[in-house]
């Protein structure tokens, strides 16, 4: 594992991906947590890469010309025959975002040898529940330091799952308490995660770590589309953690980076007319499960291909 700090620590991305389809204007952005992760490392100087899997679509396109563009490397990007993953989002007035339904198409993916590869050569990986790679994770903490988002996931098994191999858990608690905040934050570091990062929404963030407990307000902004903010403010405190700035510090970058976020629709920009096929499109509430058993069959595929020909 690298445990050196990097004034341009590489970072490695691993997982979800897709489009998000706009409803109201008919257009589409490329997005998904660990996408986002990547170009929003890159914009704060790493040295970012995005493993993943896409189609060979017109959105599949899309996003691998976006990932060029902001220069990110996707040497180990997977293009596969068939659907890129989209997710149907509907938008309120003053910016938050209602998911309506989605494919995840090819995007579930396990990771092989030569994504080990590159992990082992990186000062960090990130990843999130939305990649369903939970059984990966100890091979990714062995190779690099893991940062990983759980979302809104707070169950205690899933947590005792997750923490032990986090250099960085990260949280969506927007509707959590103070006591619920210092309580869930406590749990996670005490099963071994070093830092422990939770976005409040309206009440900001706060960061834990050792000897370390700070706190940042949002920056205000004229808010169009929350949606990439959170990935942007993780993406800032790891790039921030990985260079071992100060902890006020970089949670005060990463509090502008996401004002600035929400300032623009998309995660990151690069609008383009809605081109997908939703034909096999789910609603929001049967993607997790679904994901769940395209995982499965990742892993099998790569099991497969390491049993030797008879």
């Known amino acids: 594992m690298r445990i050196k700090s990097a004034t341009s620590p590489r970072l490695i991305a691993f997982g979800d991906n897709d489009v998000d389809c706009y409803e109201t204007t008919g257009m589409m952005y490329?997005?998904?947590?660990?996408?986002?992760?990547?170009?929003?490392?890159?914009?704060?100087?790493?040295?970012?890469?995005?493993?993943?899997?896409?189609?060979?679509?017109?959105?599949?396109?899309?996003?691998?010309?976006a990932l060029r563009a902001e220069d990110v490397d996707i040497s180990r990007l997977r293009t596969?025959?068939?659907?890129?993953?989209?997710?149907?989002?509907?938008?309120?007035?003053?910016?938050?975002?209602?998911?309506?339904?989605?494919?995840?198409?090819?995007?579930?993916?396990?990771?092989?040898?030569?994504?080990?590869?590159?992990?082992?050569?990186?000062?960090?990986?990130?990843?999130g529940r939305s990649s369903h790679v939970v059984p990966h994770l100890p091979a990714f903490a062995e190779h690099s330091r893991?940062?990983?988002?759980?979302?809104?996931?707070?169950?205690?098994?899933?947590?005792?799952?997750?923490?032990?191999?986090?250099?960085?858990?990260?949280?969506?608690?927007?509707?959590?308490?103070?006591?619920?905040?210092?309580?869930?934050?406590t749990q996670?570091?005490?099963?071994?995660?070093?830092?422990?990062?939770?976005?409040?929404?309206e009440k900001g963030a706060v960061l834990f770590g050792p000897e370390t407990e700070v706190s940042v307000r949002?920056?205000?902004?004229?808010?169009?589309?929350?949606?990439?903010?959170?990935?942007?403010f993780i993406a800032r405190v790891l790039v921030g953690l990985l260079r071992e700035e100060p902890a006020q510090a970089l949670m005060d970058a990463a509090a502008q980076t996401a004002a600035e976020t929400c300032e623009q629709h998309g995660g990151f920009g690069y609008p383009a007319p809605i081109e997908?096929?939703?034909?096999?499109?789910?609603?929001?509430s049967q993607v997790h499960a679904h994901a769940a058993k395209l995982a499965a069959r990742a892993m099998q595929r790569n099991a497969n291909k390491s049993v030797p020909a008879t």
């Open 218 to 232: 949002p920056v205000a902004a004229k808010v169009v589309d929350t949606l990439g903010a959170g990935d942007s």
């Open 80 to 127: 596969g025959a068939g659907r890129s993953a989209h997710c149907m989002i509907r938008n309120s007035p003053t910016g938050e975002r209602e998911f309506l339904s989605a494919d995840l198409g090819v995007s579930i993916i396990a990771p092989e040898p030569e994504d080990l590869q590159m992990i082992t050569n990186a000062h960090a990986v990130h990843t």
């Open 146 to 185: 893991l940062s990983f988002d759980f979302a809104d996931q707070t169950e205690p098994d899933y947590i005792a799952q997750v923490a032990p191999f986090c250099y960085l858990a990260s949280l969506s608690g927007g509707g959590l308490s103070d006591a619920d905040v210092m309580s869930l934050q």
């Open 188 to 201: 996670i570091r005490a099963l071994g995660a070093i830092w422990c990062l939770i976005t409040r929404g």
């Open 30 to 65: 490329p997005g998904g947590n660990a996408l986002n992760v990547a170009v929003f490392a890159r914009r704060a100087g790493a040295d970012a890469a995005f493993i993943g899997a896409m189609g060979d679509d017109p959105a599949g396109d899309h996003m691998r010309a």
């Open 276 to 284: 997908i096929d939703d034909s096999h499109a789910m609603p929001i």
